[in-house]
């Protein structure tokens, strides 16, 4: 997709919409009958299902990859019509999940774990050779040199976010790889290079403790954007300080990620607590990426620092989107217990960071499907009535289209990358824990978490001060 969730914040939103706002995506012309295949199967067991999904999800990723890097297309339409002649623009973030995409993929055997290695072993042989910006990548890439596309005119550097969903995915690969045989742990080793050489204190403009989501080689700071919480870039800080070369110190996230305490919320919506003020905002739940994106790799079971419980947390935010769309107050056709989910996609009349508070009757599948670790027996129900009931409206390629609305009778056949990786992870790390465990299990994760007052029983983190200190 166009990495754009991440950028569905504050004035970013404005960018999103300049830059989108133009595509118009009614009248989709008929897709290749190979492209949209209905469902024969309507008595799948969950656990078949779920497989069914991540298989299907996972060939954006995989047959669908841009062709020299082997990392992920911004978006792939279908029906073959593309804004900007970018087919062959690649999405950092999105290649992030896609690579997460990717393990998911050996351990289920929808590859082998040789085609996983060889397709790995490509992807950051490119990424070691594309364009840097003090060690971090552009939001888009043009696949076929590995330059910079610029996301905007001033938007033709580093984007800070977009790396760090990268740079979680390339410690998964380098935990997952790194006790296999010697080629293996030859992959291990440049994954791990290319995480270390991110300069996260680059990013701090200046060493003001706050970091910022932009730099431009031809406009400096000129963007202006320090990423203060609560949204979906918490991930940014962990590494950031949890980085063995170019960390930062624990107070950039105490005072630029959390305001110094001012994160915290007190408000509640249906019931339930929203624990963190999203954006600022004290009673108001942004998109439901913002309890995703952060959390493909980094396990929130158990979580805790002073300022939250990262399960109740995200929990929370996916059952306000629940209930918000059961009670429907704009009345949209469709919404329900088994239509709901509000996130960052396509709209109706081009892009939008879809919320409680931004509800244009459009349904995003993966903003429930996402959330299966959270609410289980809710996200099943949906998957269930998009497979069974929607059918071919909906089922195509890779897996379910991006979104749709019953109101419109919108059901537009295409995908975007950032939307659909969250997906084949989501619900691998519901069913098994595999990438939470992968991306936990690094010694400098836990020691950066532990320096930042995290505690975790599900994962032993580091009270050893000589590892915390060596991260200082």
Request: proline letters at 5%.
């Given at each position: 997709?166009?990495?754009?969730?991440?950028?569905?914040?504050?004035?970013?939103?404005?960018k999103?919409?300049?830059?989108f706002?133009?595509?118009?995506?009614?009248?989709c012309?008929?897709?290749?009958?190979?492209?949209?295949?209905?469902?024969t199967?309507t008595?799948?067991?969950?656990?078949?299902?779920?497989?069914?999904?991540?298989?299907?999800?996972?060939q954006?990723?995989?047959?669908?990859?841009?062709?020299?890097?082997?990392?992920?297309?911004?978006?792939?339409?279908?029906?073959?019509?593309?804004?900007?002649?970018?087919?062959?623009v690649?999405?950092?973030g999105?290649?992030?999940?896609?690579?997460?995409?990717i393990?998911?993929?050996?351990?289920?055997?929808?590859?082998?774990r040789?085609?996983?290695?060889?397709?790995?072993?490509r992807?950051?042989?490119?990424?070691?050779?594309?364009?840097?910006?003090?060690?971090?990548?552009?939001?888009?890439?043009?696949?076929?040199?590995?330059?910079?596309?610029?996301?905007?005119?001033?938007?033709?550097?580093?984007?800070?976010?977009?790396?760090?969903?990268?740079?979680q995915?390339?410690?998964?690969?380098?935990?997952?790889f790194?006790?296999?045989?010697?080629?293996?742990?030859?992959?291990a080793?440049k994954?791990?290079?290319?995480?270390?050489?991110?300069?996260?204190?680059?990013?701090?403009n200046g060493?003001?403790?706050v970091?910022?989501?932009?730099?431009?080689?031809?406009?400096?700071?000129?963007?202006n954007?320090?990423?203060?919480?609560?949204?979906?870039?918490?991930?940014?800080?962990?590494?950031?300080?949890s980085?063995?070369?170019?960390?930062?110190?624990?107070?950039?996230?105490h005072?630029?990620?959390?305001?110094?305490?001012?994160?915290?919320?007190?408000?509640?919506?249906?019931?339930?607590?929203?624990?963190?003020?999203?954006?600022?905002?004290?009673?108001?739940?942004?998109?439901?990426?913002?309890?995703?994106?952060?959390y493909?790799?980094?396990?929130?079971?158990?979580?805790?620092?002073?300022?939250?419980?990262?399960?109740?947390?995200?929990?929370?935010?996916?059952?306000?989107?629940?209930?918000?769309?059961?009670e429907?107050?704009?009345?949209?056709?469709?919404?329900?217990k088994?239509?709901?989910?509000?996130?960052?996609?396509?709209s109706?009349?081009?892009?939008?960071?879809?919320?409680?508070?931004?509800?244009l009757?459009?349904?995003?599948?993966?903003?429930?499907?996402?959330?299966?670790?959270?609410?289980?027996?809710?996200?099943?129900?949906?998957?269930?009535?998009?497979?069974n009931?929607?059918?071919?409206?909906?089922?195509?390629?890779?897996?379910?289209?991006d979104?749709?609305?019953?109101?419109?009778?919108?059901?537009p056949?295409?995908?975007?990358?950032i939307?659909?990786?969250?997906?084949?992870?989501m619900?691998?790390?519901?069913?098994?824990?595999?990438?939470?465990?992968l991306?936990?299990?690094?010694?400098?994760?836990?020691a950066?978490?532990?320096?930042?007052?995290?505690?975790?029983?599900?994962?032993?983190l580091?009270?050893?001060k000589?590892?915390?200190?060596?991260?200082?």
């Open positions: 997709m166009m990495n754009l969730k991440t950028m569905v914040t504050n004035k970013n939103f404005a999103i919409l300049l830059l706002g133009f595509i118009g995506f009614l009248g012309s008929t897709p290749k009958a190979e492209d949209s295949q209905p469902p199967e008595t799948l067991s969950d656990d078949s299902l779920l497989t069914l999904v991540q298989q299907q999800t996972f954006y990723f995989w047959e669908g990859a841009e062709d020299i890097s082997g990392l992920a297309r911004e978006r792939i339409h279908i029906d073959g019509v593309y804004p900007q002649n970018d087919q062959n690649i999405t950092t999105g290649s992030g999940f896609g690579i997460m995409t393990l998911v993929g050996i351990e289920r055997g929808f590859i082998t040789s085609e996983g290695y060889n397709r790995l072993t992807i950051v042989d490119y990424l070691e050779k594309a364009d840097r910006f003090h060690g971090a990548w552009p939001h888009w890439l043009y696949g076929p040199t590995g330059k910079v596309k610029p996301f905007g005119e001033k938007d033709n550097g580093g984007d800070l976010v977009e790396t760090a969903f990268m740079a995915a390339l410690i998964c690969v380098r935990q997952y790194n006790e296999g045989n010697i080629e293996e742990k030859g992959l080793k994954a791990d290079e290319l995480w270390k050489g991110i300069d996260w204190d680059f990013y701090r060493e003001q403790n970091l910022y989501w932009h730099w431009s080689p031809n406009y400096g700071w000129t963007m954007f320090p990423i203060r919480g609560y949204d979906e870039c918490l991930i940014t800080y962990v590494l950031a300080v980085s063995p070369t170019h960390g930062v110190p624990a107070a950039v996230y005072e630029g990620w959390a305001r110094n305490g001012a994160i915290k919320s007190s408000a509640e919506q249906y019931g339930y607590k929203v624990v963190l003020a999203h954006n600022g905002h004290e009673g108001t739940v942004g998109p439901l990426f913002w309890s995703q994106y952060s493909l790799a980094l396990d929130p079971r158990e979580l805790k620092d002073q300022y939250a419980d990262y399960w109740t947390l995200n929990k929370n935010h996916t059952l306000i989107d629940r209930e918000y769309c059961i429907n107050p704009k009345n949209f056709k469709g919404y329900g088994n239509a709901w989910g509000l996130t960052a996609s396509y109706v009349d081009g892009y939008s960071g879809h919320s409680p508070k931004n509800d009757g459009v349904i995003t599948p993966t903003a429930a499907i996402s959330a299966i670790p959270y609410t289980p027996e809710y996200s099943m129900d949906v998957i269930r009535y998009l497979y009931d929607l059918g071919d409206k909906l089922w195509g390629k890779y897996g379910f289209y979104a749709y609305s019953e109101t419109d009778n919108w059901f056949k295409r995908y975007l990358a939307d659909q990786g969250t997906i084949p992870v619900i691998e790390n519901h069913r098994s824990g595999l990438l939470w465990d991306f936990m299990s690094a010694p400098e994760i836990k950066g978490l532990t320096k930042l007052g995290f505690t975790s029983t599900q994962h032993n580091t009270t050893n000589e590892v915390v200190n060596s991260i200082q």
